[in-house]
């Protein structure tokens, strides 16, 4: 159940993931603001039924919750690396790894994607292609620990050149900035894949800024975008949001249920439990 606001971003969204399911524009990062309580998991929850209803082919995203994560970094890193190679994005490293095998060649058979990296980027990305299809990994030193979830995204975004992967990311700003900018900037910056990112931050948000900022120039110059949805959520929009769930409802009983709720989250989880007298 959604309401006006958060279906408008949640159809922007869609269309953003059927501009790449399609090829040829890359991979793109789109950032839904807004204030906590506004309904941005609400959006999140239904993004992926929308976009199978799309497109029947679409497999299972990859959904990533900050609030879940550890608050140490290296844990965290490690805990970004496992929630970005789950069993959809495992069995495609795999089918692809045994591709490479079979031709011989390092490139992977998608382009421009790999070809593009340094020998010895190769060899790592090949290795942990080997780890993802086996869904086994060595331990991580606290060296290796920062690089880790990015060497994971990596993987996804060499997948995605040829199986087309969402990535939800709920509650962005818990992740430690460097780590959220590493794994969203190797999902985004290559041209041959296909990963449309979808992260949900608050207002005035580090993250959003740095990666907005970066996204001024290099590898993901005009691959960031900000989500045009509409972040208020004053007395007013409340009552609106009373009234577009509970059209049963007087204006004075949709303003004073507004008056007796702080944030959209408890608007939508009311109108869910049961309807509203």
Same mark, same amino acid.
């Given at each position: 159940?959604?309401?006006?606001?958060?279906?408008?971003?949640?159809?922007?969204?869609?269309?953003?993931?059927?501009?790449?399911?399609?090829?040829?524009?890359?991979?793109?990062?789109?950032?839904?603001?807004?204030?906590?309580?506004? +309904? *941005? @998991?609400?959006?999140? %929850?239904?993004?992926?039924?929308? /976009?199978?209803?799309? #497109? =029947?082919?679409? &497999? !299972?995203? $990859?959904?990533?919750? +900050? *609030? @879940?994560?550890?608050? %140490?970094?290296?844990?965290?890193? /490690?805990?970004?690396? #496992? =929630?970005?190679? &789950? !069993?959809? $994005?495992?069995?495609?490293?795999?089918?692809?790894?045994?591709?490479?095998?079979?031709?011989?060649?390092?490139?992977?058979?998608?382009?421009?994607?790999?070809?593009?990296?340094?020998?010895?980027?190769?060899?790592?990305?090949?290795?942990?292609?080997?780890?993802?299809?086996?869904?086994?990994?060595?331990?991580?030193?606290?060296?290796?620990?920062?690089?880790?979830?990015?060497?994971?995204?990596?993987?996804?975004?060499?997948?995605?050149?040829?199986?087309?992967?969402?990535?939800?990311?709920?509650?962005?700003?818990?992740?430690?900035?460097?780590?959220?900018?590493?794994?969203?900037?190797?999902?985004?910056?290559?041209?041959?894949?296909?990963?449309?990112?979808?992260?949900?931050?608050?207002?005035?948000?580090?993250?959003?800024?740095?990666?907005?900022?970066?996204?001024?120039?290099?590898?993901?110059?005009?691959?960031?975008?900000?989500?045009?949805?509409?972040?208020?959520?004053?007395?007013?929009?409340?009552?609106?949001?009373?009234?577009?769930?509970?059209?049963?409802?007087?204006?004075?009983?949709?303003?004073?249920?507004?008056?007796?709720?702080?944030?959209?989250?408890?608007?939508?989880?009311?109108?869910?439990?049961?309807?509203?007298?």
């Amino acid at each position: 159940m959604l309401g006006e606001r958060q279906k408008e971003a949640a159809a922007e969204l869609a269309q953003w993931w059927d501009g790449i399911r399609h090829g040829g524009v890359g991979s793109h990062a789109v950032l839904l603001v807004g204030p906590p309580g506004w +309904g *941005r @998991t609400t959006v999140l %929850d239904q993004l992926p039924e929308l /976009v199978s209803r799309a #497109d =029947g082919a679409v &497999g !299972a995203p $990859v959904r990533i919750n +900050g *609030r @879940t994560l550890p608050d %140490d970094h290296g844990q965290q890193a /490690v805990a970004l690396r #496992d =929630g970005l190679l &789950g !069993a959809e $994005v495992r069995r495609h490293a795999a089918a692809l790894l045994c591709r490479s095998r079979l031709r011989g060649a390092p490139r992977l058979g998608v382009g421009s994607l790999l070809m593009s990296s340094i020998a010895g980027t190769m060899s790592l990305l090949l290795a942990a292609l080997t780890a993802a299809a086996k869904g086994s990994f060595a331990d991580e030193s606290p060296a290796d620990a920062s690089s880790a979830a990015a060497r994971a995204a990596q993987v996804v975004a060499a997948v995605s050149a040829s199986a087309p992967t969402l990535v939800i990311i709920d509650d962005a700003d818990y992740l430690e900035p460097g780590h959220a900018v590493a794994v969203i900037e190797n999902l985004i910056d290559q041209n041959d894949s296909q990963v449309l990112v979808v992260a949900a931050v608050d207002l005035g948000s580090d993250v959003a800024a740095a990666l907005t900022s970066r996204a001024r120039y290099g590898p993901t110059a005009g691959r960031v975008h900000r989500a045009g949805a509409d972040p208020r959520m004053g007395s007013q929009s409340r009552a609106d949001l009373v009234a577009e769930l509970n059209p049963h409802l007087t204006k004075a009983q949709a303003q004073q249920l507004a008056r007796q709720t702080r944030t959209f989250a408890e608007i939508f989880a009311a109108a869910r439990s049961q309807p509203l007298s």
